[in-house]
């Protein structure tokens, strides 16, 4: 551990946040590896060891021969300000090494308002802030992640990203990398041959032109590199690499339990869920092989929980067989089970009785909208007796705590659907005094609101965030309809949502207001202790940004959006059709029901998706040839 760290580590909160030394984590001779990988969570260390990615990408490139993956996760505003006083550049937790002396970096982004945090730990690291500053001896900065699918509010940061799932294209590029290290190639020639990997993309081989009325012109690749890239995939979830034997975390953290993926996808199609999209096709594992791992990781961690994670559980068709496997086990050793995502629709006696038998005492579901109209307009899926159904199973097996989770500024959303939610939450009450069955404990209904946030490879992509005044009007609205006592509503302030509404559908011109905004001190903006909105704002009149250009500007089919070189594969025209389809609260089922050829079964399969939903020649051209 290096002298300096020593001095600072006791006054700081949480030193075990930057010790490394758990259990199960790898450690490696220097002298057997080729490739040292930097592996950097743009949040804190509870955040970032909480994230299953993370723990299944170190796995897999710790099991290459010759590759060191360590992990760095970004400091605590006292840890920081020490580092800086100490002049103690940023280190990776396995071997204590500055990760500027790293061959590649790599951050995963999971949720916009970390941007800032990858400019500061790039800062702290010493590592040349923008791409064109850093020579062939500097690390190769990589992302990859959910806001990977836009990432151009980093192309001036990000040297490369890995788009879809790690687990193979991770490999591929490490290799390549190893490659052009034996054979002496430049750091241009490396990013030209990554550009050539499926999944792979390098913004500084794009060249983006713009109009006069601030909308994209064109976006043109570099000779021989490809014009769309595409995410990748895995296509077999039983076979590919799952951490029975993860790190243990020696300091609490957010979700300290094991976590088991019981499929990949979501087959409901909500069309303001980013996941829903970006996530598909629907890929389960089997519940074999799931009680398996997870009774191997319990017993190898000694964790007393265990929870069920995918976008939406309870959709997992052998779920019951799943639990049952699983309870023989946890049940005698006290082992709490847990399983979230759970959908309104398909909550069941049988499972209530199931996770009862965990010691679950409170439900969550997320009825999004008030009204039967807007639930429909946003595919949702779900219908009132749905939901007061489900609500009686929890009551009737003995829960009395029920959390409901809604939007507000949903496209076509009126009043009357704000005034809907009040109108549903109190209806989950009247279910309550009817069937609960232990009404002496009484009840707590808690509804949440979020403020809508249009996301790129969504049907509401094109979409206008509601303004932020219009925003607390409805919550003042929505407030004053609940007055019931047993009905708790908690609402998001909408600062936070606008500028993840800018960013997410941003394009690389904010690279100089994100950049403005880290020099103003702007650093862990997803913690309500250190956003500041007026930073924000002063840093995009410093860059000349209009922030709402980009948030709360409607866009037509015809605009070229910043995302258009990429693909999730579904295709645009599919997300257009879902768009006119919400005007219209018009439902699209589930994909068990009917495949409605989105396209992004053609990552699996080309003839059966092509035969349900034909594509156009023009369509075919725009969508995988030219941008």
């Given at each position: 551990?290096d002298?300096?760290?020593?001095r600072?580590?006791?006054?700081?909160?949480?030193?075990?946040r930057?010790?490394?030394?758990?259990?199960?984590?790898?450690?490696?001779?220097?002298?057997?590896?080729?490739?040292?990988?930097?592996f950097c969570f743009?949040?804190?260390?509870?955040?970032g060891?909480?994230?299953?990615?993370v723990?299944?990408?170190?796995?897999?490139?710790?099991?290459?021969d010759?590759?060191?993956?360590?992990?760095?996760f970004?400091?605590?505003?006292?840890?920081e300000?020490?580092?800086?006083?100490?002049?103690?550049?940023?280190?990776?937790l396995?071997?204590?090494?500055?990760?500027?002396?790293?061959?590649?970096?790599?951050?995963?982004?999971?949720?916009?308002?970390?941007y800032t945090n990858?400019l500061?730990?790039?800062?702290?690291?010493e590592?040349?802030?923008?791409?064109?500053?850093r020579?062939?001896?500097?690390?190769?900065?990589?992302?990859?992640?959910?806001?990977?699918?836009?990432?151009?509010?980093l192309?001036d940061?990000?040297?490369?990203?890995?788009?879809?799932?790690?687990?193979?294209?991770?490999?591929?590029?490490?290799?390549?990398?190893r490659?052009?290290?034996r054979?002496?190639?430049s750091r241009r020639?490396?990013?030209?041959?990554?550009?050539?990997?499926?999944?792979?993309?390098?913004?500084?081989l794009?060249n983006?032109t713009?109009?006069?009325?601030g909308?994209?012109a064109?976006?043109?690749?570099?000779?021989?590199?490809?014009?769309?890239?595409?995410?990748?995939?895995?296509?077999?979830?039983?076979?590919?690499y799952?951490?029975?034997?993860?790190?243990i975390?020696?300091t609490?953290?957010?979700?300290?339990?094991?976590?088991?993926?019981?499929?990949?996808?979501?087959?409901?199609g909500?069309?303001?869920?980013q996941?829903?999209y970006c996530?598909?096709?629907?890929?389960?594992?089997?519940p074999?092989?799931?009680?398996?791992?997870?009774?191997?990781?319990?017993?190898?961690?000694?964790?007393?929980?265990?929870t069920?994670?995918?976008?939406s559980?309870?959709?997992?068709?052998p779920?019951?067989?799943l639990c049952?496997?699983?309870?023989?086990?946890?049940?005698?050793?006290?082992?709490?089970?847990?399983?979230p995502?759970?959908?309104?629709?398909?909550?069941?006696m049988?499972?209530?009785q199931?996770?009862?038998?965990?010691r679950?005492?409170?439900?969550?579901?997320?009825p999004?909208?008030?009204?039967q109209?807007?639930?429909d307009?946003?595919?949702?899926?779900?219908?009132e007796?749905d939901?007061l159904?489900s609500c009686?199973?929890?009551?009737?097996?003995?829960g009395?705590?029920?959390k409901?989770y809604?939007?507000?500024?949903?496209?076509?959303?009126?009043?009357?659907?704000?005034?809907?939610?009040a109108?549903?939450a109190?209806?989950?009450?009247?279910?309550?005094?009817q069937?609960?069955?232990?009404?002496?404990?009484?009840?707590?209904?808690?509804?949440?609101?979020?403020?809508?946030?249009p996301?790129?490879?969504?049907?509401?992509?094109?979409?206008?965030q509601?303004?932020?005044?219009?925003?607390r009007?409805?919550?003042?609205?929505?407030?004053r309809s609940?007055t019931?006592?047993?009905?708790?509503?908690?609402?998001?302030?909408?600062?936070?949502?606008?500028?993840?509404?800018?960013?997410?559908r941003?394009?690389?011109?904010?690279?100089?207001?994100?950049?403005?905004?880290?020099?103003?001190?702007?650093?862990?903006?997803a913690?309500?202790?250190?956003?500041?909105?007026?930073?924000?704002?002063?840093?995009f009149?410093?860059?000349?940004?209009?922030?709402?250009?980009?948030?709360?500007?409607?866009?037509?089919?015809?605009?070229?959006?910043?995302?258009?070189?990429?693909?999730?594969?579904?295709?645009?025209?599919?997300l257009?059709?879902?768009?006119?389809?919400?005007?219209?609260?018009?439902?699209?089922p589930?994909?068990?029901?009917?495949?409605t050829?989105?396209?992004?079964?053609r990552?699996?399969?080309?003839?059966?998706?092509?035969?349900?939903?034909p594509?156009?020649?023009?369509?075919?051209?725009?969508?995988?040839?030219?941008?």
């Amino acid at each position: 551990m290096d002298a300096r760290l020593e001095r600072i580590l006791f006054r700081v909160q949480k030193p075990a946040r930057y010790t490394g030394g758990e259990y199960n984590a790898v450690i490696k001779d220097k002298a057997q590896v080729d490739l040292r990988f930097a592996f950097c969570f743009p949040d804190t260390y509870e955040i970032g060891m909480s994230n299953l990615g993370v723990r299944i990408l170190y796995g897999v490139m710790n099991g290459m021969d010759g590759v060191w993956c360590e992990r760095c996760f970004a400091p605590w505003g006292d840890m920081e300000a020490e580092m800086r006083k100490a002049d103690l550049p940023l280190w990776a937790l396995e071997s204590g090494d500055p990760i500027r002396d790293f061959d590649m970096i790599g951050f995963s982004l999971g949720y916009e308002m970390a941007y800032t945090n990858v400019l500061n730990m790039l800062d702290l690291a010493e590592v040349p802030l923008h791409t064109w500053e850093r020579g062939d001896d500097d690390p190769i900065v990589m992302a990859g992640g959910t806001c990977a699918y836009n990432g151009e509010p980093l192309a001036d940061f990000i040297d490369l990203f890995s788009l879809g799932e790690g687990e193979d294209v991770t490999v591929e590029m490490l290799e390549l990398y190893r490659e052009v290290r034996r054979t002496g190639w430049s750091r241009r020639e490396f990013l030209r041959r990554a550009a050539q990997i499926p999944g792979l993309y390098v913004p500084s081989l794009y060249n983006i032109t713009y109009h006069e009325d601030g909308t994209l012109a064109s976006i043109t690749p570099e000779k021989g590199v490809p014009p769309v890239v595409t995410k990748r995939i895995v296509q077999n979830l039983d076979t590919a690499y799952y951490p029975v034997k993860t790190i243990i975390p020696s300091t609490e953290i957010v979700h300290d339990r094991v976590m088991l993926e019981v499929f990949r996808g979501c087959i409901r199609g909500c069309r303001f869920c980013q996941a829903g999209y970006c996530y598909r096709p629907v890929r389960p594992k089997s519940p074999e092989v799931l009680i398996e791992q997870g009774i191997a990781s319990c017993k190898d961690s000694g964790y007393q929980e265990m929870t069920l994670s995918s976008l939406s559980t309870s959709d997992y068709r052998p779920l019951a067989e799943l639990c049952d496997g699983l309870l023989d086990y946890c049940e005698p050793r006290n082992i709490n089970l847990s399983v979230p995502s759970l959908r309104a629709d398909n909550f069941s006696m049988a499972l209530e009785q199931r996770l009862q038998k965990a010691r679950k005492s409170s439900f969550t579901f997320a009825p999004e909208a008030g009204t039967q109209r807007l639930r429909d307009t946003i595919n949702k899926n779900v219908r009132e007796e749905d939901l007061l159904r489900s609500c009686r199973t929890v009551f009737e097996g003995g829960g009395n705590a029920v959390k409901l989770y809604f939007m507000l500024g949903l496209p076509t959303e009126t009043d009357e659907d704000v005034v809907g939610i009040a109108d549903l939450a109190q209806k989950v009450y009247m279910v309550w005094k009817q069937y609960g069955s232990n009404r002496a404990r009484g009840v707590r209904i808690t509804v949440s609101t979020a403020f809508f946030v249009p996301k790129p490879f969504t049907p509401f992509q094109w979409e206008a965030q509601i303004s932020m005044e219009e925003y607390r009007r409805r919550v003042a609205l929505l407030r004053r309809s609940i007055t019931n006592k047993s009905i708790i509503y908690n609402w998001h302030d909408p600062d936070v949502s606008y500028i993840e509404a800018v960013l997410a559908r941003g394009d690389r011109r904010l690279g100089k207001a994100l950049e403005a905004v880290w020099r103003r001190g702007g650093r862990l903006d997803a913690w309500s202790e250190y956003f500041s909105f007026e930073r924000w704002m002063d840093a995009f009149r410093e860059a000349g940004v209009d922030p709402d250009f980009y948030a709360c500007r409607e866009r037509p089919y015809e605009e070229l959006l910043p995302w258009s070189m990429i693909s999730v594969g579904v295709r645009p025209q599919y997300l257009w059709r879902e768009r006119q389809q919400a005007y219209r609260s018009v439902i699209t089922p589930d994909c068990r029901k009917q495949c409605t050829g989105c396209g992004a079964d053609r990552l699996l399969c080309d003839r059966k998706c092509d035969a349900l939903y034909p594509i156009s020649a023009r369509e075919r051209h725009a969508t995988e040839g030219e941008v």
